[in-house]
């Protein structure tokens, strides 16, 4: 018997081409530009986010900054809401009952991670499914867990775009996804599956994640601890995408994956910046404006 089936990748590449978020994205939002005028010609009001940052998360700060840049360069309305980490969650909730019925906001996101006295899963909970452009409530994940997707977790979306971006059939492909979380990991592994791949998810109790990474056509790594992957477990050819993103102790931003390395046997590799942030964050924009012209049911 074989050992192994036919693969498409092309192992005799000699350094990974660089998978360019920033680029991809910021082509994508000069789409969605073009669609909010053509919205405004028609006479329809332009598509509007809300987001809450709670406290005083440096990181989330920045997040969230971005965010709003990105919708005033696209044209979107932007309703963006800072409140002391005193907030109770009965306050917080009332908010979110309100940005569910404001007919001007498409896309509500509450930035995480949230104070622990306030409970993330009766916040996500609480936002209406139909306005859940992170795409992290139970009823969008348990949509694309029963392969009928609608508003899709922001992330894995944006990682999908990449992928499509290499030009690859992926169906059939091995994949590896490194970590587990709800945001992340979990509807990751969805994604992946209902575009037809076999897929693996190692996670901390994991025991052969190396193994299963030195297999896999296409890897994504979602933990958030430099150097967990080692660049040498990379298949050649692969398809290698970072997620983690962590400030080393010299205020450098550094993913999971021992990028120098990985990138002289990858096929395809996004680097850390630059790579699936800025695909996030466009798919925040991509899902508000099909909600705001009428396409999520
Ligand atoms: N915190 C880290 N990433 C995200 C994200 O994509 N959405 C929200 N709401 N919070 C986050």
Redesign the pocket.
Same mark, same amino acid.
């Given at each position: 018997m074989a050992a192994r089936s036919f693969s498409p990748l092309d192992a005799s590449a000699m350094t990974a081409n660089i998978l360019d978020g920033n680029a991809i994205a910021s082509a994508r939002r000069l789409d969605i530009q073009a669609a909010v005028k053509q919205r405004a010609e028609r006479g329809e009001r332009p598509p509007g986010i809300a987001a809450i940052l709670i406290g005083d998360d440096p990181a989330?700060a920045i997040?969230v900054r971005g965010k709003e840049r990105d919708c005033k360069e696209v044209g979107f309305k932007a309703d963006f809401r800072h409140h002391p980490a005193e907030i109770t969650e009965q306050q917080l909730l009332a908010e979110i009952d309100e940005l569910n019925q404001d007919d001007s906001i498409d896309g509500i /996101?509450?930035? /995480?991670?949230l104070p622990a006295h306030i409970d993330d899963d009766n916040v996500i909970d609480r936002i209406d499914p139909r306005k859940d452009v992170?795409g992290f409530h139970p009823y969008n994940i348990g949509r694309l867990a029963l392969r009928r997707p609608t508003l899709r977790s922001? !992330?894995p979306k944006g990682i999908m775009t990449l992928l499509e971006s290499t030009g690859v059939p992926i169906r059939g492909l091995d994949a590896v996804v490194v970590g587990a979380s709800n945001?992340v990991g979990r509807p990751m592994g969805l994604e992946l599956l209902l575009a037809g791949c076999t897929v693996t998810t190692a996670h901390k109790f994991s025991r052969f994640t190396a193994g299963h990474i030195r297999q896999a056509d296409i890897v994504v790594s979602a933990v958030g601890k430099p150097g967990l992957i080692r660049g040498d477990w990379i298949k050649p050819g692969s398809i290698v995408i970072d997620v983690g993103i962590t400030r080393d102790a010299g205020g450098k931003l550094r993913g999971d994956i021992e990028f120098e390395v990985a990138r002289e046997r990858a096929g395809w590799i996004t680097p850390v910046p630059g790579g699936v942030g800025p695909m !996030?964050r466009v798919s925040i924009l991509e899902s508000t404006l099909a909600v705001a012209n009428g396409e999520i049911g």
């Open positions: 989330s997040y /996101l509450v930035q /995480l991670p992170d922001c !992330t945001h !996030t």
